[in-house]
């Protein structure tokens, strides 16, 4: 694996091979984007590209065989050092090993590169000593910080770094992505893919709870049901999931559900749908409801899921979604 073989981010990626072109790669970069997105892979693809042997036939991307490269791969790289988490954050331990280490030149590559994970995910009084080290930068050295988010981070080390943003990648090509990389077959990697928010990782980390949700079961007896007795409601709230993740998940699905009835409603027969695999059922119950019914009850779930991310009390979140459904 290459640059050009990655998956999308052509324009991190272009920006990143311009540098070693230029001669202009910088001492501390930022790359931001949601969690599982790629930035971890180009940033042991800059890692390479920065210390292949063999640079002839393309000196600003890795050849991806010679040595440094393989044990780049097999993180076997004494000049490549990755950070991450142990446990859910960044310790000061992990800091001050960074430290140490950046005290050294290179043992035998051309530049030290340390890719750290999670620098959104530090303890208060952490980043601090990270700061000394991005303060003095020692020569040879290329410091990559990942983070999803950069509201976390001290101006003082953003202010230090070039930031680089990583946009989610096109439901099309994360659906390519799981099919030819990981070999899911064509439905279910096109649900992971509508499912992924654009990231890749998101989808592969999703699957098995995608896979227990019960899909069909949630169309026909919930999303899709036009009726709503007090007895259901009761019942439906009561079986779903108290852990937020795991609700948002359901909750997720059940839009991609309300969202292929509303384009059953409106397009060919099994145009563009996500749950390719329901497309009988789905378009059974199309023919139940109108359009504007269908697109305000998507609104009171899509509104329901912004709550419930926002902390809101799940039951009550929930109950005050179902009793607008059942007014219909
Ligand atoms: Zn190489």
Redesign the pocket.
């Known amino acids: 694996m290459s640059f050009k073989d990655v998956t999308g981010h052509s324009k991190p990626i272009a920006l990143l091979e311009r540098a070693i072109r230029n001669e202009k790669v910088v001492n501390s970069y930022l790359f931001l984007g949601n969690e599982g997105i790629g930035k971890k892979h180009v940033a042991l693809q800059f890692a ?1 590209a920065l210390n ?3 640079t002839m036939a393309d000196p600003e991307d ?5 040595t ?2 393989k044990k780049i791969d097999h993180g076997l790289h004494p000049d490549v050092l990755l950070i991450e988490p142990e446990g859910q954050n960044i310790k000061v331990d992990q800091i001050r090993q960074l430290q140490r280490e950046l005290a050294y030149r290179p043992y035998e590559g051309k530049r030290r590169v340390c890719i750290l994970t999670a620098a959104d995910r530090m303890a208060p009084h952490i980043p601090n000593t990270l700061l000394k080290a991005l303060e003095e930068p020692p020569l040879h050295t290329v410091i990559i910080l990942l983070a999803n988010n950069s509201r976390f981070i001290l101006p003082t080390i953003l202010s230090r770094c070039q930031p680089i943003r990583f946009h989610p990648l096109p439901i099309p090509l994360v659906s390519k992505w799981l099919r030819e990389g990981s070999g899911f077959d064509e439905a279910e990697a096109h649900l992971l893919a509508s499912l992924s928010e654009g990231s890749p990782g998101k989808a592969l980390e999703i699957q098995e709870e995608i896979r227990q949700i019960p899909r069909e079961e949630l169309l026909k007896e919930w999303v899709g049901l036009k009726t709503l007795s007090f007895e259901r409601i009761g019942s439906w709230v009561g079986s779903l999931p108290s852990q937020r993740e795991n609700l948002l998940l359901i909750l997720e699905v059940a839009k991609t559900l309300l969202r292929d009835l509303v384009i059953a409603k409106t397009l060919k027969r099994g145009t563009n749908l996500i749950h390719t695999d329901l497309v009988q059922v789905i378009e059974a119950l199309a023919t139940n409801w109108s359009l504007s019914s269908l697109l305000k009850r998507m609104e009171t779930l899509h509104q329901t899921i912004i709550e419930i991310r926002a902390n809101a009390n799940t039951s009550l979140a929930l109950e005050a979604m179902m009793l607008s459904w059942a007014e219909g």
């Open positions: 390479k292949c042997l063999e890795s050849c991806d065989h010679c440094s490269c």
